[in-house]
């Protein structure tokens, strides 16, 4: 019942002021359920706080999930950045209007996987609202620092693009709130600024890091020349480069802080051929080498967070791998304990509360934890759905579940329902490390997962035990290459197939059990590009990122289980049709249409209506190419035609084909999700309670539910329910002001959960689907004159229920609860009586729908079946049911009756009250009728912690319990029907026989024509 | 009920804001309000009474609504056979829910009734906001529920938001969602209105307002009914 209600509130949409005839308003009503979870949440990389709230508001910007804000100190969390880029590297609060916030896209924690930004957006009203202010092209931004004093002065360190060179890097300066910027500071093409302070006592001294850097899909280099830290003492008119004691160039990244107490004190983490921490206590000017555990100093260019106490220039805080502090300014370190749970690994950034600097908040790569001891011991927000996603799968169970392995936070799995709903809890982890494909068996007991590198495995899903299941090199193969995120596939037409690409495929027809190697090398095998071991830069960085030349995706025919797709990261797209006997690379013929030949092939999806055709993404963002390509080819690859439209952003992902409706494609990108109708002609982006920009990174259509199921690297998983009406939503449809879909059959049941016990406490929760299908139409434009009902009537053509219709523009959803209309409930008790919301459920048969828009009204029907999965109540039973529960409406609506008639009385003798109580007649009356009626029903409770059962409340509460039966009722609930109806019997000779004898008595009241 | 409020929160998210255009921004209340039946016919508006009801699986709520303009509103709701309550003036404000268990009135917090005295208003919130010294912004165009809107934000004296969607095409309100900071809490209600319908006196009137539980049907409004002050009274 919950549950149900939560789907009538559904509400939000968006909608695309497109050219074409169809946009995303017109399915605004299939919103996306957010599955999250908040179990193991996602990168953070940012929070700020503001000050003068007692610590209770926070804003929290994410690596792919935008900004969330919470106004109870993490307690629960809500997106404020749907409508944009998704990617966050900083965020600013104005602490002296904080009403305006600042937030910088685009996430500077460069490691291979990271996103990229559109620019700087500014809110004035807390982050409700939202303008795009500039600063468009420097594709990441690591720090927005406001002035101390003018708030009108903003500083932003934007090391810039990741992915090429550029002149859109450096040190940017507005004067006036973000309406214009110059760049105050820059080097050259390669590098950027990483890092920024500024001195809060004396705001002209600007302290700034510059970093060389720059990624390749198969190489990292942090370092060079460019690197260095620079001193402004005029407010950032001019800078000078700071050496002394700083260790030789070249630099790489520099992580620095100082104390905002005694700003001389600073300490900075120096990449360099002798990486570590160095210390300075003349603001900046000379440095000495301090040393430091390995946690303070590991990966530079992915932790770049350390952070002085607001007001102790002692206590120093580096979250990093691990989360370290000191109590004596930097010269040793120790760790946080685990007492409060484990915390997470990998962080980048850190909140302290300046007026509680006990209290504070750091961001891991898994969420957001609060310390109230500095530090020391953590507490998970529990709330907080960021999840970052590489590919999402699903089983055939019922309900199915979803499967799918995140950044960071390993492979999970979690039901699409559950009873009282989708909780944290319900997640099961199902392998560790960084997770990609999680993908289960047909057979229903196994899954197949993996972390970086294809290190994967087969694991029994009734104990969770793993096998190691990786193919191996033999003396026939040159050594492995395993991509980060490597395939793994079970077979579309034959689903025991189970493929894993390196360089070569391999398929296994007993769980990876044993494997043949079914092709060759199929990329191109350039050395050039396999230089892995020298990738990092001036630190070692070597993590199987950056593994090149493999295979990224594959799939196999839905249609001939011979035919078999493979796309390489390195370009090519290899097709066998006779199951890998031989291979032939189409690469060649997809360059000319436009699609760099280098580029990623990053998801292919063979038609599964004709089997030479296919859909394949590629993504080229890796050359600094963020455009969207897609292609289509229906000879088995030879010719290819461009798939394109100007809704498209971001790189593209993942292309998934309806399996009914071959015209309705759905296309992930890393900047939304589109969709379109014609086959690929015109597209829209849709908008159904998902982020505009989400980074959708996967696309699965469940051939059971006709779910869309969204996996995005941000926002964890989507899913939008029973698309069916999406598939009917055809030209004919949308061309008619008004249409009244078929509904679906209704099976008579209450669902397919029970309560589910008491609510999840905290947490990220979703509700389930609707239990039965709705009553669907299409409106052409949203109705503002008039409203819209529907009446239900039975094949003797009694209305049974009128329900109110929604009027939005586009599809309408109305639930029926197949039922009648419940009975009238009498006034004047003093318990609520829940009898009046329900009703016996109908029988099985045909109902009549008459929708009634504005002046006009339309005809449908509908079929409500009986339940024959249920084996506790037979049709002959749900007959008996459905009489019972009749009859004891009628007792119910007989009682309110008779008490109604006894209010009708009582009021007229009460009518005047100071002559009712010179009235001893209408006294004795009153109390004899009263008496009747505190028989009837509870009359004297009124603490909801009191049980005052009187008939009424007896037979609510049977009644209740027929009404909601799905079992054959019991012989004492069939006889305790007769005796609640001779207690009513009784009660109402009473109520006559008062009547009878006060009547007479007073003869105001016999003679009054109200009551006649 | 967790689900509810995350849907809530997750249906508040707003939008960016569009450069304001303070022409077009005054063309577009002098339509909505020439929309709502004209300032003359709302000036004439001193008191209301209406009757609605709200249907929920086929079960009526049934509920009145009696307020006098900037003075004092109750609503009485009967549900299940049972009455309740809620009143504010100017000074105070009480409820009575015996539904949720409640066994007598209770005072409202004052917070809740100092964030209240804006409602007791009964006139178009484009027709008193410079009266009642809110700022206006205005957001630009929309789109909501896919219709195209207008976007505008009052925020009043207390700094209490409020956000309205006008019809692009009617200039008619469909949407308004309030954000409200009250006894150390931030919360967001939406409310939806359709149906409008011009009455004898001359304004236009959503007959249809869409709230949390459901939708509220309006059944019977009468304008400048005599209402008897005492009905401001808490009663037992």
Same mark, same amino acid.
């Given at each position: 019942m919950k549950k149900r209600i939560a789907i009538f509130l559904l509400s939000v949409s968006g909608f695309a002021f497109s050219q074409t005839s169809f946009n995303a308003g017109m399915f605004g009503v299939l919103e996306a359920r957010q599955m999250g979870p908040g179990t193991m949440s996602g990168r953070i990389t940012a929070i700020e706080g503001v000050n003068t709230d007692d610590g209770k508001t926070i804003y929290v910007g994410t690596a792919g999930g935008g900004v969330w804000k919470s106004t109870n100190a993490g307690a629960s969390y809500k997106p404020i950045f749907d409508k944009y880029c998704q990617s966050i590297g900083a965020l600013a609060i104005n602490q002296k209007d904080p009403s305006i916030i600042y937030v910088g896209t685009g996430e500077s924690n460069m490691r291979n996987s990271v996103s990229y930004g559109n620019g700087m957006y500014k809110s004035t009203d807390s982050g409700d609202n939202w303008k795009k202010i500039g600063l468009d092209s420097v594709e990441h931004i690591s720090k927005v620092v406001i002035h101390p004093e003018n708030p009108d002065v903003i500083f932003v360190a934007a090391p810039g693009p990741l992915w090429s060179k550029s002149k859109h890097r450096g040190l940017y300066k507005s004067t006036n709130g973000g309406e214009t910027w110059e760049k105050i500071f820059y080097i050259n093409e390669n590098t950027g600024c990483a890092d920024l302070l500024i001195d809060p006592i004396n705001p002209n001294n600007v302290f700034i890091s510059m970093w060389e850097f720059r990624r390749q899909p198969y190489s990292f280099n942090s370092g060079g020349n460019g690197s260095g830290l620079y001193k402004s003492t005029d407010g950032g008119k001019t800078f000078k480069e700071i050496k002394n004691?700083? /260790?030789?160039? /070249?630099?790489?990244r520099i992580a620095m802080t100082l104390a905002p107490?005694? /700003?001389?004190q600073m300490l900075a983490i120096v990449e360099s051929n002798k990486t570590g921490l160095y210390i300075s206590s003349d603001g900046g000017e000379t440095w000495k080498s301090q040393s430091a555990t390995l946690n303070v100093c590991a990966r530079p260019f992915y932790f770049s967070t350390i952070v002085i106490d607001p007001k102790d220039p002692k206590r120093v805080y580096r979250p990093a791998f691990q989360f370290a502090y000191s109590s004596d300014g930097g010269y040793s370190f120790t760790e946080a304990s685990y007492d409060g749970g484990w915390v997470h690994s990998d962080m980048h950034a850190l909140w302290i509360n300046p007026n509680n600097t006990n209290i504070m908040y750091v961001g891991t790569d898994g969420g957001v934890y609060m310390s109230v001891d500095k530090g020391v011991t953590w507490q998970f927000n529990h709330g907080l759905p960021v999840g970052q996603f590489y590919h999402v799968s699903y089983d055939l169970k019922e309900p199915y579940n979803v499967y799918g392995g995140l950044q960071d936070n390993g492979s999970w799995m979690a039901p699409s329902a559950s009873p009282g709903g989708i909780g944290n809890g319900n997640w099961d982890r199902v392998n560790g490390g960084d997770g990609f494909w999680t993908v289960p068996d047909v057979d229903g007991k196994t899954v197949y997962s993996e972390y970086q590198g294809g290190n994967m495995y087969r694991t029994d899903l009734s104990n969770m035990k793993s096998e190691y299941i990786q193919p191996q090199k033999t003396s026939k193969e040159e050594k492995l290459r395993w991509n980060w995120n490597t395939p793994i596939v079970t077979g579309s037409k034959n689903p025991k197939n189970l493929y894993v690409g390196a360089q070569y495929l391999y398929k296994s027809t007993d769980q990876g059990r044993n494997w043949t190697r079914i092709s060759g090398d199929l990329t191109t095998n350039d050395k050039k590009k396999q230089k892995q071991e020298e990738s990092g830069g001036l630190s070692a960085d070597n993590t199987s990122a950056e593994n090149h030349c493999t295979i990224f995706t594959l799939a196999e025919s839905s249609l001939d289980e011979n035919i078999i797709w493979v796309g390489t990261d390195d370009g090519n797209v290899q097709v066998t049709t006779n199951g890998g006997g031989t291979w032939t690379n189409v690469s060649m013929n997809i360059a000319k249409c436009g699609i760099a030949n280098q580029a990623w092939v990053s998801s292919i999806q063979p038609s599964q209506f004709d089997k030479n055709t296919v859909y394949v993404t590629f993504e080229n963002h890796m050359y600094g190419d963020f455009n969207t390509y897609v292609a289509t080819s229906n000879d088995l690859g030879k010719t290819w035609k461009r798939i394109n439209s100007s809704e498209f952003t971001g790189f593209a992902h993942k292309i998934a084909e309806d399996p009914i409706n071959k015209n309705l494609l759905f296309l992930g990108t890393e900047m939304g999700l589109f969709a379109t109708l014609d086959g690929g002609a015109n597209w829209f982006r849709m908008k159904n309670n998902i982020p505009e920009y989400a980074l959708v990174r996967d696309i699965q259509i469940h051939p059971k539910t006709h779910d869309l199921i969204i996996g995005t690297h941000g926002r964890g998983i989507f899913i939008i329910d029973d698309i069916r009406s999406m598939r009917n939503l055809t030209k004919e449809v949308w061309e008619q002001d008004f249409y009244l879909f078929q509904t679906e059959d209704l099976v008579l049941n209450n669902g397919k959960f029970g309560w589910g016990g008491p609510e999840i406490s905290g947490g990220w929760v979703t509700g389930n689907p609707a239990s039965h299908p709705s009553i669907t139409y299409y409106l052409k434009q949203r109705l503002n004159a008039g409203k819209i009902e529907i009446e239900v009537y039975d094949s003797n053509n009694k209305l049974l229920q009128t329900l109110p219709g929604t009027i939005r523009k586009g599809l309408n959803k109305v639930y029926w609860n197949m039922r009648e209309t419940p009975p009238k409930v009498a006034a004047g008790s003093t318990k609520m009586d829940g009898a009046g919301f329900t009703a016996p459920m109908v029988l099985p048969g045909q109902y009549k729908l008459k929708v009634k828009v504005k002046d006009k009204e339309y005809e449908g029907k509908v079929n409500c079946i009986h339940d024959a999965a249920n084996k506790d109540l037979s049709e002959a039973d749900r007959k008996l049911v459905y009489e019972k529960a009749t009859q004891l409406k009628t007792l119910y609506s007989n009682i309110n009756n008779t008490i109604d008639t006894i209010n009708l009385y009582q009021n007229q003798l009460k009518k005047d009250t100071v002559a009712f109580k010179k009235n001893k007649n209408a006294m004795a009356f009153h109390a004899d009728l009263q008496k009747v009626k505190s028989d009837l029903m509870a009359t004297t409770k009124k603490s909801i912690f009191a049980d005052e059962e009187r008939l009424r409340e007896k037979v609510s509460k049977l009644y209740g319990s027929f009404c909601g039966m799905e079992s054959k009722p019991n012989a004492t609930q069939l006889e305790s029907i007769d005796d609640l109806s001779n207690e009513f019997s009784k009660k109402k000779k009473e109520m006559e026989a008062a009547l009878m004898k006060h009547l007479p008595k007073n003869p105001e009241i016999k003679n009054n024509k109200d009551i006649r | 009920m967790k689900t509810i409020k995350q849907i809530l929160a997750i249906s508040a998210i707003s939008l960016m804001s569009f450069t304001t255009n303070a022409q077009n921004q005054e063309e577009i209340i002098k339509k909505h309000i020439e929309a709502i039946g004209g300032k003359e016919a709302w000036n004439k508006v001193k008191s209301m009474r209406s009757e609605a009801t709200m249907k929920a699986n086929g079960a009526e709520i049934k509920l009145t609504f009696i307020q006098i303009d900037k003075k004092a509103m109750r609503q009485n709701i009967s549900l299940m056979g049972m009455e309740g309550y809620s009143i504010l003036t100017e000074k105070e404000g009480w409820s009575y829910m015996p539904f949720q268990g409640q066994t007598k009135p209770e005072p409202m917090t004052a917070d809740d009734v100092k964030n209240g005295q804006d409602g007791l208003s009964l006139k178009d919130e484009f027709l008193t906001y410079k009266e009642l010294g809110k700022k206006l912004d205005f957001l630009g165009k929309d789109d909501m529920d896919g219709t195209e809107c207008y976007k505008f934000k009052m925020t009043n004296k207390n700094g209490q938001e409020t956000t309205y969607y006008l019809d692009?095409?009617?200039?008619?309100?469909i949407k308004q969602s309030s954000k409200v900071k009250a006894n150390g809490k931030e919360m967001e209600a939406s409310t939806m209105y359709s149906n409008y319908k011009k009455l004898p006196e001359g304004i236009v009137y959503p007959m249809t307002v869409g709230g949390g539980w459901g939708d509220t049907e309006f059944t019977k409004v009468e304008v400048n009914p005599v209402i008897d002050e005492k009905e401001f009274k808490v009663t037992e």
């Open positions: 004691g700083l /260790p030789e160039k /070249p630099f790489g107490s005694d /700003p001389k | 692009a095409s009617s200039y008619l309100t």
